[in-house]
C-alpha cells in the first residue's frame, strides 16, 4: 500500500483476482470514498479463486498501516502462513438415492449435499449454488430433487476454487452412477452412456435448454482414439496373472455451466487508447494469472483493428481505468472482456472508416491515426458488455442459469499397489470442447494443467486439522500436490473440432475451469482397480472409497490380512459421520 499526498489517496498493489472488491474494502476500512483508492495488479503468480476475496484481508491491514504511519507498507505471507489464512476448497459429502430401470436408465434422483463451510460464509452459498446446479453432471433424469446445506464450522472458512462448486457436484453424479453399474452387474461407461443428454432437445433440472449438446460426439471420439475396447481387455488379462499390482480404467466425462450465477456480475468493461504513432494501449477488467487471458485481449484488439499484436500493449489492470470489475473467475473472463474490447474496437473502427477510405487500401494504420488526429478524432474508446438473456429465478425455476456449456470427457489407465496403496497414472486421454479457440496453444496447457490439477484434487490434496482446530497440513512437506511422477506418462489430449459456439467472443469457450473434474477419471480408475483387487479376494459389490484416494485409502480398500484388525466403521455410525478429515 502507498498513501497519496493529499485528500485520503491510496494505492494498492495486491495479489488478486478481485480489483473491485480489493478497492471497496480498503475504502471502508479506511473511511474514504472509493475514489480515493486505486487497486492496481501487474500480474499474479497464479490465483485459481483462492485471491478472490481471502486477499483483502492483507490489502485491508497494509492499507490502514500505510495510513498511520504515511509511508509505504508491504506484506508477504510465508506458505505456511497463506495456507492457515487462505482457506481451501470445501469439502461435501453426499448422500443419495437413486432409482432406475433395470436396463439402467436413471428415472430419479434424491440428493442432499453438505459443505464444510467454515467459520464464515465467504462464497459458500454460491458455490453450493455451482454445485446443486451440477448434480446432473451430463445425465438425463427425469424427476429430481437437490437440497444443500451449507455447514458453519470452527475451522477456518473455505473460500473459491478452480470449478467453484462443480466438480464437487459432478463428483456425486459419477459416485451414484457408479454405484448403480456395480448394482447392475455393468461397466460403468455403458451406464453412463446410457443416460447422456441428446444432442438437440435436452433439458436440464433447472430448466435450461441444451443446445448443441456435444457429449455424445465427444464420447464416440474419444472411446475410439483411446482404443479403451482393447485397453479394457488388455486390464483385465493383467489383474487376471498379477496378485499384488492391479491396474483400473475409466471413462469420464463433464458439462460446465459458463456464467456467474449472480447475475449482476456478468458485465465487463474496456479501455482502449490508440496514439499516433500507431500503437495501442489496451485495458480491460481481468487480470492476468497465468491463464493467457492478456494474450488473448492482445489477440482479440489487434484482430479488430486489422494491426500487429506487438503494437497492443497491456500495461496492468488498474480500477483508476476501469471501473466497478468482476473478478477474473466463473472461466468467464475471456468471454466478458473479450466482448468488451471488441466493442471499443468497433468504435474506434467507425470513428476511423472515413480515414481509411480517404488513404486508400495501401495506408498504414499510423497514417490513417495520424490523419484522425489532426481531424480532431477521439482515438479512445470505452467498451462495454453485458451477457444477453442471462439470469435464473430459484423461487420458479426459470430462466438461463448459464450463457452456454463447455463438455469434455477423458479416459484414465492406472496401476496401483495393492500392499502400498501407491498408484501411477499410466496414460490419460482427453478430448475436451472449446469452441474456435481464440488460441489453441494456450487452451491446450490450460487443458493439461487443470487435469493434473484435478488428480491432485482427487487423488492426492488432503488437508488434516487436530481436535482444536489447528491446521497440521500447511506447507509441502504434508501437503501433497502433483508432481512431474504424477502426470500421465503417455498423456493424449484433441480439442473438439468443428463446434463453433455462437454465445462467445469469435466462436470460442471458455477453458479454464471445465476441464479439471476430468482429473477425477484417475480416481476412478483406482476405483476399478481396487474393485480388481476385492474380488480377487471374494469381496463383490458396492465398497466405499472417499475422495481423495491417498495411499492409505487406497490400501484399507484392497482388503485381505492386513487391514483386518483396522476395520472401517459402518456406514451410518457415529464414527462414519465424522466427514471432515479431523485428526485426533
Known amino acids: 500500500a502507498v498513501p497519496g499526498g493529499e485528500d485520503g489517496e491510496m494505492e494498492i498493489f495486491a495479489s488478486t483476482q478481485n480489483t473491485s472488491v480489493t478497492q471497496s474494502t480498503v475504502a471502508a476500512v479506511l473511511g474514504v470514498p472509493r475514489n480515493r483508492v486505486t487497486a492496481r495488479v ?34 508477504m505471507l510465508t506458505r505456511q502462513e497463506d495456507m492457515v489464512l487462505s482457506g481451501g476448497r470445501h469439502p461435501f459429502l453426499g448422500r443419495f438415492r437413486v432409482g432406475a430401470t433395470r436396463d439402467g436408465v436413471v428415472q430419479a434422483l434424491d440428493l442432499r449435499m453438505y459443505s464444510n463451510a467454515g467459520n464464515s460464509m465467504d462464497l459458500s452459498f454460491s458455490v453450493m449454488e455451482r454445485a446443486l446446479f451440477h448434480m446432473d453432471n451430463v445425465y438425463h433424469i427425469p424427476n429430481i430433487r437437490g437440497v444443500g446445506h451449507c455447514c458453519r464450522t470452527n475451522l477456518p472458512s473455505n473460500t473459491a476454487f478452480r470449478g467453484f462448486g462443480g466438480p464437487q457436484g459432478m463428483m456425486v453424479a459419477e459416485a451414484w452412477i457408479t454405484q448403480l453399474a456395480e448394482r447392475l452387474g455393468q461397466r460403468p461407461e455403458v451406464i453412463k452412456q446410457r443416460n447422456f443428454y441428446p444432442e438437440r432437445g435436452g433439458v436440464t433440472h433447472f430448466n435450461q435448454a441444451l443446445d448443441d449438446c456435444q457429449i455424445g460426439r465427444i464420447h464416440d471420439q ?43 456480475l456478468n458485465q465487463a468493461g474496456a479501455l482502449v487508447h ?62 466478458l472482456n473479450g466482448m468488451a474490447v471488441l466493442d471499443a474496437c468497433r468504435q474506434l473502427n467507425a470513428r476511423l472508416a472515413p480515414f481509411r477510405q480517404a488513404a486508400g487500401p495501401g495506408a498504414s494504420f499510423k497514417a490513417v491515426v495520424d490523419a484522425a ?23 420458479t425455476n426459470s430462466g438461463k442459469a448459464f450463457n452456454y456449456f463447455c463438455y469434455g470427457a477423458a479416459v484414465a489407465e492406472v496401476e496401483i499397489d495393492t500392499l502400498t496403496g501407491a498408484h501411477e497414472v499410466r496414460r490419460a486421454d482427453m478430448v475436451m470442447d472449446v469452441g474456435s479457440s481464440l488460441n489453441p496453444a494456450i487452451d491446450m496447457g490450460q487443458v493439461e494443467g487443470a487435469f493434473v490439477q ?19 497440513t500447511r506447507g509441502p512437506g504434508t501437503y501433497k500436490v502433483p508432481g512431474f511422477r504424477d502426470i500421465p506418462r503417455d498423456f493424449r489430449v484433441a ?17 479454464g475451469e471445465p476441464p479439471l473434474f476430468l482429473g477425477a477419471s484417475v480416481f476412478y480408475a483406482i ?15 458396492d ?6 484416494a491417498t495411499c492409505e485409502r487406497i490400501r484399507m480398500g484392497c482388503e485381505d490380512r492386513f487391514t483386518k484388525p483396522f476395520p472401517m466403521p459402518p456406514p451410518g455410525s457415529a464414527e462414519d459421520a465424522k466427514r471432515w478429515n479431523i485428526t485426533h
Open 42 to 75: 501487474k500480474r499474479l503468480g497464479g490465483g485459481f479463486g483462492g485471491k478472490e476475496t481471502r486477499s483483502i484481508f492483507l490489502s485491508s491491514l497494509v492499507a490502514v498501516a500505510a495510513q498511520k504511519t504515511g509511508r509505504p507498507v508491504r506484506c
Open 222 to 264: 474419444l472411446m475410439s482414439s483411446a482404443d479403451f475396447a482393447a485397453r479394457l481387455s488388455a486390464v483385465q488379462a493383467y489383474n487376471a496373472q498379477h496378485r499384488w499390482r492391479k491396474r483400473g480404467i475409466a471413462m469420464l466425462p463433464t458439462k460446465f455451466g459458463i456464467a456467474f450465477t449472480a447475475k449482476f
Open 274 to 335: 490508440v496514439y499516433t504513432d500507431g500503437s495501442v494501449l489496451l485495458t480491460h477488467g481481468g487480470t492476468e494469472m497465468g491463464q493467457g487471458l492478456h494474450t488473448k485481449m492482445v489477440q482479440v484488439c489487434a484482430t479488430a483493428l486489422g494491426i500487429p499484436v506487438a503494437d497492443v500493449h497491456i500495461s496492468e489492470t488498474s480500477t483508476a481505468t476501469v471501473a466497478n470489475t468482476s473478478p477474473t473467475a466463473a472461466s468467464a473472463s475471456s468471454d
Open 373 to 395: 488526429y489532426h481531424e480532431r478524432t477521439n482515438l479512445s474508446a470505452n467498451g462495454f458488455y453485458v451477457t444477453p438473456d442471462i439470469g435464473y429465478d430459484w423461487d
Open 454 to 472: 484435478g488428480c491432485g484434487l482427487f487423488t492426492l490434496e488432503e488437508f488434516s486439522f487436530n481436535r482444536q482446530g489447528f491446521l497440521l
Open 495 to 511: 480439442l473438439l473440432k468443428d463446434a463453433p459456439n455462437r454465445f462467445a467472443i469469435h466462436s470460442s469457450k471458455a477453458v
Open 527 to 541: 476405483k476399478d482397480a481396487v474393485r480388481a483387487a476385492r474380488e480377487e479376494r471374494g469381496l463383490t459389490g
Open 543 to 548: 465398497f466405499r472409497l472417499d475422495s481423495p
